[in-house]
């Protein structure tokens, strides 16, 4: 038996992905979460092999999830499920140690075989995804990721600075690094263009 939990943040498709694993009589999904963190405190209580994942939740996402379980559960696989067809996400998914990368328009049947290949070993790329994987790598700082994040947001420079404890004109060097690097106008269209590639 297959021991699973998915993690998602719309009820109606984390019920309806539940309930389709569900019938398969190898497949037992043990639990459910709606975000990253209640997906750790969950895992607490307990045994999973297989772990689902969409990206996008509240409070941590489904990359810092499957980073955060690599560490915590090394014996558990991570499966992002996602709507987000983007290069830059899926190679930060690989870098996390994601076993799997699928998208929510994955035939329920393809989902099950998928846990049951991963499970197994194997790693599980949508095909059309695996090709542009490497194409265009991230040319931005895991720092200068950070402050761009924020920035998007909306906080300030000043902001910025006190919640990642940095003095106002280092956030400015950063994000001027990140705006360069992007080759956008202003702090907004370089958040916009990394969000686009996936990078943030």
Known sequence: MI?????EDQKM????????????ADID????????????????????????????MPRM???????TVRE?????AVVIVTTFARPGYLRRALEAGVRGYL??????????DAVRR????QRVIAPDLALSAWDGSNPLTARQREVLRLAGEGLS??????????????????????????????????WRLARQKGWL
């Open 118 to 121: 991963i499970r197994a070993g």
């Open 29 to 56: 999904v043990v639990a459910t979460a709606t975000d990253g963190q209640e997906a750790l405190e969950a895992l607490a209580d307990h045994r999973v092999d297989v772990l689902i994942t969409d990206i996008e």
């Open 103 to 112: 998208l929510k328009d994955t035939p329920a049947e393809e989902l099950a």
């Open 61 to 67: 996402s489904g990359l810092d999830l499957a980073e």
């Open 3 to 7: 021991h699973v939990m998915i993690v």
């Open 13 to 24: 498709v984390l019920g309806a992905m539940a309930a389709l694993l569900d019938l398969e």
């Open 72 to 76: 915590r559960h090394a014996d558990i």
């Open 157 to 190: 420079t000043r902001e910025i600075g006190q919640r990642l404890h940095l003095a106002e004109g280092t956030v400015r060097n950063y994000l001027s690094e990140a705006i360069g690097e992007l080759q956008a106008a202003n702090r907004v269209e370089a």
